[in-house]
T-cell receptor, first 115, second 114 residues
Framework: DTAVSQTPKYLVTQMGNDKSIKCEQN?????MYWYKQDSKKFLKIMFS???????INETVPNRFSPKSPDKAHLNLHINSLELGDSAVYFC??????????????FGEGSRLTVL | DQQVKQNSPSLSVQEGRISILNCDYT??????FLWYKKYPAEGPTFLIS?????DKNEDGRFTVFLNKSAKHLSLHIVPSQPGDSAVYFC?????????????FGKGTKLSVKP
C-alpha cells in the first residue's frame, strides 16, 4: 500500500503537447509538494500546497499549473511541453507546516521525456 | 548557485568498513539538515536529520556530524553493508525545516562491495 503514489511512472510525448501527472497520498498529511530532478540530478522544489492552499511557488514557467482538489491529491499539469521539461518529477508530502522534522515522504517519481 | 554541495559524485567502500559522505552549504540561514537515500527507480527516503543546535545525531549505524563554523556536515555509516549502496542526498532548510522547502545537493552514489 504505497504512501505517496504518482501516475504515470513513465511518460513520453511530443513537444507542444499538454500532459498531467497525478499524485495521491494516504498518509493524512496536510502538505504536498512537487519537485523536479533535472539532467544534472538536482532536486528542486516547484510547488507546495498546504490544505489545498498554494504556499510555495518557485520560479517555474506558468505552463506548469498545480491543482489540489483535496489535501490528499496534488496534480501537475504542463501545457505546451518543451524539450527542457524532460526530467523526473517527484511528488512528496509532509505532516504539515507545523512539522518540526522537515521530513518529506516522496513518491517513486514520474519520468517525463519530451521528444 | 549551489547552496548545498556534495562534491563527490561517487564513493566506493568495502563491506564492513566506514562510509563517509560529505556535504557543504553556503547559506548561514540553514538550521536543519537531512540525509535522504535513493535507490534506482524509487523516490528518496528519509534517513537521518540534525538541527543546527546539535553537532551530532546518531541512529543505529548512521551518524550525522554538523560543523556550523565550517558549514559542513557528514554522514557516517558504520559498518557499511551492500544494501547501503544507493545515492545519498544531503538537504538543508531554513526556519526549522517546517516549510518543507528543502534545498538538495546533487547526491553521492555509494557502492558497498562485498
Amino acid at each position: 500500500d504505497t504512501a505517496v503514489s504518482q501516475t504515470p511512472k513513465y511518460l513520453v510525448t511530443q513537444m507542444g503537447n499538454d500532459k498531467s501527472i497525478k499524485c495521491e497520498q494516504n498518509l493524512g498529511h496536510d502538505t504536498m509538494y512537487w519537485y523536479k530532478q533535472d539532467s544534472k540530478k538536482f532536486l528542486k522544489i516547484m510547488f507546495s500546497y498546504n490544505n489545498k492552499e498554494l504556499i510555495i511557488n518557485e520560479t517555474v514557467p506558468n505552463r506548469f499549473s498545480p491543482k489540489s482538489p483535496d489535501k490528499a491529491h496534488l496534480n501537475l499539469h504542463i501545457n505546451s511541453l518543451e524539450l527542457g521539461d524532460s526530467a523526473v518529477y517527484f511528488c512528496a508530502s509532509s505532516p504539515g507546516r507545523g512539522s518540526n522534522t522537515g521530513e518529506l515522504f516522496f513518491g517513486e517519481g514520474s519520468r517525463l521525456t519530451v521528444l | 548557485d549551489q547552496q548545498v554541495k556534495q562534491n563527490s559524485p561517487s564513493l566506493s567502500v568495502q563491506e564492513g568498513r566506514i562510509s563517509i559522505l560529505n556535504c557543504d552549504y553556503t547559506n548561514s540561514m540553514f538550521d536543519y539538515f537531512l540525509w535522504y537515500k535513493k535507490y534506482p527507480a524509487e523516490g528518496p527516503t528519509f534517513l537521518i536529520s540534525i538541527s543546527s543546535i546539535k553537532d551530532k545525531n546518531e541512529d543505529g549505524r548512521f551518524t550525522v556530524f554538523l560543523n556550523k563554523s565550517a558549514k559542513h556536515l557528514s554522514l557516517h555509516i558504520v559498518p557499511s553493508q551492500p544494501g547501503d549502496s544507493a545515492v545519498y542526498f544531503c538537504a538543508a532548510s531554513a526556519r526549522g525545516g517546517s516549510q518543507g522547502n528543502l534545498i538538495f545537493g546533487k547526491g553521492t552514489k555509494l557502492s558497498v562491495k562485498p
